[in-house]
């Protein structure tokens, strides 16, 4: 634990618990706190929601409603019921479909979840929600917290414990950074942006299913909603793409460009699911970017504890972000029950070396988004290719893939990231060398530079 000034003994605190932030991972970290009985304070920055289609689609896989069943069997149930089967995840680079994979999941809105997490909070007494309260300062000696309002007012409150769910660039985090002596945070941009379009598609096509979700190589994915709605994300590299996928405004020659770009790659989807609509909604629609984090300890100072996104932000490609965050509220409510004399330190201690490990499927996820130098691009398919054929063959148990969105996780069972890196790293480590190996054989460029002189 990093540490900072004790609290004064044998204070009365207005709450056990402060939740800052009401996304996934702080309503259902609420959740299991308000269980254990506690006093426990919501805050969020922004108002309670109510278009829950305004947010963009996620899928909770195996660890995400294990987690869910974990706080409540009627919320998963809803959940899942909510939400839609996603049944396989293609790879659709350049209009070729290279893989299917069966998945076991449920694709559902993030404020949809939310909602359903929000509504199960409300229903307990030990549970208040302050909206529209954002965090702006912490005195970490006197366990006490001041929210801005958005009439320029400001609260604070005081409680034994804060947990920090406030997100990517989380303020706890940030303010920690700069008052816990040791805590240190390490953050990489995603290095893309997305932007999505939606559209309703064309009425009875027939040519794009539903039941699956799509990954258009490193350009964007494609899913639909539980409204119906067709979901077409973008990646767009700022300062890199043209200014008709980096642009806010819609004219003529950028929207008949984008439609050029989707027709390229991702034809399919382009002549079933899009309309001017949808083309010209791209450009007011907000570009998400972020970051992905990595804290030296999930326990700074003792009484915070930081959680979600907050504290292991990654980005969409991983395809953990929800189900982590879900995963870490179910650890930290065992870490209550089990150790109520120092929850957080065990919650620490449990989370931490996921946490971790998580970190680094992000930066393995990121290269797939943004692509690598070619030699490596071509070493990870030479490896993809030879893991499948060793699940072919039966020499291998599956691969971390099968035990995070495919069906493994529900048939053989949930495992932790740290245990799926040491799986990733003992299969590929003899795969890798060989397909580098090949690649300097046929003189594939070793860095982006010379690949751009050839
Ligand atoms: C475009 C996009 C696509 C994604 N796709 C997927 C996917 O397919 N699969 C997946 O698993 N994950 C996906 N994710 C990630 C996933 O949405 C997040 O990992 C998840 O929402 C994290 O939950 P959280 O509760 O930790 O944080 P958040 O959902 O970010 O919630 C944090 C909350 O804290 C509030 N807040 C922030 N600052 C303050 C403050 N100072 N005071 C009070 N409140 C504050 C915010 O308003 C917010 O409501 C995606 C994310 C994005 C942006």
Redesign the pocket.
């Known amino acids: 634990m990093a540490s900072a000034p004790e609290a004064p003994a044998g204070r009365d605190f207005d709450y056990d618990y402060i939740v ?9 970290a609420a959740g299991f706190l308000a269980k254990s009985g506690s006093r426990v304070a919501v ?4 108002p309670r ?1 109510e278009d829950v289609f305004g ?7 195996a660890r ?1 409603i294990a987690a869910l069943e974990q706080l409540d069997e009627a919320v998963a149930k809803r959940a899942c019921s909510t939400g839609m089967d996603v049944k396989e995840l293609h790879i659709v680079p350049g209009n070729r479909t290279v893989a299917r994979v069966k998945t076991w999941g449920t ?1 559902i809105m ?1 404020d949809q ?2 909602q359903i997490l929000l509504e199960s909070a409300e229903e307990r007494a030990n549970v208040t929600f302050f909206w529209e ?4 300062s912490i005195d970490f000696a006197a366990h006490s917290c001041s ?2 309002l958005p009439d320029g007012s400001e609260a604070t409150f005081t409680a034994s414990r804060l947990v920090a ?8 985090r940030r303010l920690c950074e700069e008052n816990v002596e040791g805590f240190h945070v390490e953050a990489d941009p995603w290095g893309f942006q ?1 932007r ?1 379009m939606t559209s309703k598609g064309q009425p009875g096509q027939t040519v794009v299913d539903p039941a699956h979700h799509f990954v258009l190589g490193d350009k964007g ?1 494609v899913c639909q909603q539980p409204n119906g709605v067709w979901s077409v ?1 973008l990646r767009v590299l700022p300062g890199q793409d043209e200014d008709f996928l980096t642009a806010n405004e819609a004219t003529e020659e950028r929207v008949e460009k984008l439609r050029e770009y989707t027709t390229k790659h991702a034809k399919d989807f382009a002549e079933n699911l899009l309309d001017d609509e949808a083309y010209r909604g791209f450009y007011s629609c907000r570009a ?3 970051i992905v984090v990595k804290c030296s300890c999930l326990n700074p100072a003792g009484w915070v504890c930081i ?5 292991h ?14 995963e ?1 509220a179910a650890v930290l409510g065992q870490a209550v029950l089990e150790s109520p004399e120092d929850p957080f330190a065990a919650y620490d201690a449990r989370r931490r070396e996921d946490a971790h490990a998580l970190h680094a499927l992000a930066l393995r996820a990121r290269d797939k988004v943004v692509a690598p130098p070619p030699r490596q691009q071509a070493a990870s398919i030479m490896v993809t290719i030879g893991l499948s054929i060793a699940k072919k063959l039966h020499t291998s148990a599956g691969t971390a893939q099968d035990y995070m969105l495919g069906e493994r996780a529900r048939t053989v069972g949930v495992k932790g990231y740290a245990e799926l890196v040491a799986m990733e790293d003992r299969q590929t480590r003899g795969l890798r060398k060989v397909a580098m190996g090949i690649g300097k054989v046929f003189r594939i460029p070793k860095d982006r530079r010379t690949a751009h002189r050839v």
Request: aromatic letters at 8%.
């Open positions: 800052a932030g009401a996304g996934p991972a702080g309503l259902a805050f969020e920055n922004r929601p947010s963009y689609p996620v899928v909770l896989n995400g694709g993030r979840m939310a309260h954002k965090l702006s929210f801005c769910a406030d997100g990517n660039r989380s303020r706890v997305l999505f994915y994300s998400f970017d972020g959680i979600g996104d907050a504290a932000a990654v980005q969409p490609a991983t395809g953990e972000g929800i189900n982590s965050g879900l870490d």
